[in-house]
């Protein structure tokens, strides 16, 4: 453990099939007004809506909504829900969705009460928030990007056509308290769930690759990455296995609450390019992801090669005998594509609606961060290519 560190994370969970009944305790610490913020369709379509509303009528709560969040949240949307929470004083925000309503509701707690520009202040420049914050509390119902235990908030800007993640201090954005019940990922469509499967991947691998340390983190990376390949299988083979997607919802909370980064050197770089794919297509975030993945690889293994052939021995169990290291790093990556498209996930960027066009603007604009190796703008035109 080569990096010093503070790790914090006040989210409480409540995990199960019974942990709906710890909603109304939970909403008792709060003050009278709610905005109750969600999806399109999904929660109203599986009952849930009827659910919450019920919850929230027996405890004396006044509620206001805010519906429609895109996949891919909109600033637009943010600035609706802050003037939402100034105009009702709302005490606190109860975001019921996946990813992008909980990322919303965390846009809307910081710009509330921002002085200022804040998309310019939050997620341009990276301040810290300077206004009041309304907690947030989440009810989950698909399962990947761990929103519900982190202080990320990744937004889309419409007219600029930039979608920015922003980590907020820890603790200072995170939900006070998520509801993590397995049965509500039931219902979400095998194109989202397998979408949700890789991203909780990705985070698995952007935290694993970028550094050649050998600590706690890393063997606890290996553990989830193996679990949730497992899980992944029996979801895929029934969809409604309890035990599939209830470890597949802990790997995905645990991949990216933190806990598995700590005195870890990092990569984000696939997230990176994916952002900026999203922001030109609107595609979903997994799906973007997994095509990436691969070029992106194949493109930096040997910046870090031991830890390539780790990866490949550890997670995917390549014999190395009479193998060169380039050989085992290679098949590794190999064996990832193989999962990708034993997940049904398209292969390519023109299936997500890419063009030709966009390839250079999502290259320029992409953030360069990377972990072994920091791409250039012609390395990321490159990979984007590859996978065209
Ligand atoms: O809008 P509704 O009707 O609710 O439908 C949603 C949406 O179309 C549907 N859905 C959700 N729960 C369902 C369901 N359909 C049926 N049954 C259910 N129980 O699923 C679709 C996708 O939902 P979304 O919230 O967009 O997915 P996800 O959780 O993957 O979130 C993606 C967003 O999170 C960001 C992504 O970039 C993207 O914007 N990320 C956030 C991170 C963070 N805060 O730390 C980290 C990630 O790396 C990621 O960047
Ligand atoms: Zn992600």
């Known amino acids: 453990m080569n ?60 509620v206001c909504e805010l519906s429609g969040i895109n996949s891919n949240p909109r600033y637009s949307q943010v600035l609706e829900g802050a003037r939402l929470v100034r105009e009702n004083h709302v005490d ?16 809307i707690s910081a710009s509330a009460y921002c002085d200022g520009d804040a998309w310019e202040k939050y997620w341009m420049q990276g301040e810290a928030v300077s206004g ?3 907690p947030i509390g989440t009810i ?31 603790g200072d954005l995170n939900p006070r308290f998520s509801i993590l019940n ?5 219902s979400v469509p095998r194109y989202q769930m397998v979408s ?29 990455m193996r679990a949730l390949i497992s899980a992944a299988r029996a979801a895929l083979r029934d969809p409604h296995n309890y035990e599939a997607r209830s470890n597949i919802m802990w790997c995905a909370t645990m991949g990216l609450n933190k806990i598995l980064a700590v005195s870890k050197k990092q990569d984000w770089e696939v997230h990176q390019i994916e952002h900026q794919l999203g922001a030109y297509t609107d595609c979903a975030h997994g799906i973007g992801l997994a095509i990436i993945s691969v070029p992106y690889y194949r493109h930096i293994y040997r910046y870090g090669l031991h830890r390539f052939v780790r990866y490949a021995r550890n997670i995917w169990d390549v014999d190395p005998t009479g193998k060169s290291d380039e050989q085992v790093a290679l098949e590794g990556i190999d064996r990832l594509s193989d999962f990708i498209a034993e997940l049904g996930i398209p292969q390519t960027l023109r299936e997500v609606g890419a063009t030709e066009e966009m390839l250079p603007l999502i290259a320029e604009s992409a953030n360069k ?12 035109l490159e990979i984007l290519r590859a996978c065209y």
């Open 132 to 134: 009041r914050i309304t």
């Open 369 to 380: 961060i990377g972990g072994y190796h920091t791409p250039t703008t012609e390395e990321v």
């Open 3 to 62: 990096i010093d560190f503070t790790f914090e994370n006040p989210t409480r969970i409540h995990f199960g099939r019974t942990a709906m009944q710890h909603l109304p305790e939970e909403l008792r610490l709060y003050g009278s007004n709610v905005l109750l913020v969600y999806g399109k369709n999904s929660i109203k379509a599986s009952g849930l809506y009827d659910q919450v509303i019920a919850v929230l009528k027996e405890t004396g709560k006044n």
């Open 182 to 186: 397995p049965e509500f990922t039931y």
């Open 196 to 224: 949700g499967i890789f991203d909780i991947f990705s985070h698995l691998m952007e935290q694993y690759f970028g550094g050649d340390d050998d600590n706690v983190s890393d063997y606890l990376l290996e553990g989830d």
């Open 92 to 107: 606190l925000i109860l975001a019921v969705g996946g990813g992008s309503v909980i990322d919303c509701c965390k846009g």
């Open 140 to 170: 989950l119902t698909m399962t990947g990007t761990a929103s519900e235990m982190n202080s990320g908030a990744v937004i889309t800007n419409e007219e600029r056509k930039i979608k920015q993640g922003r980590v907020f201090p820890m």
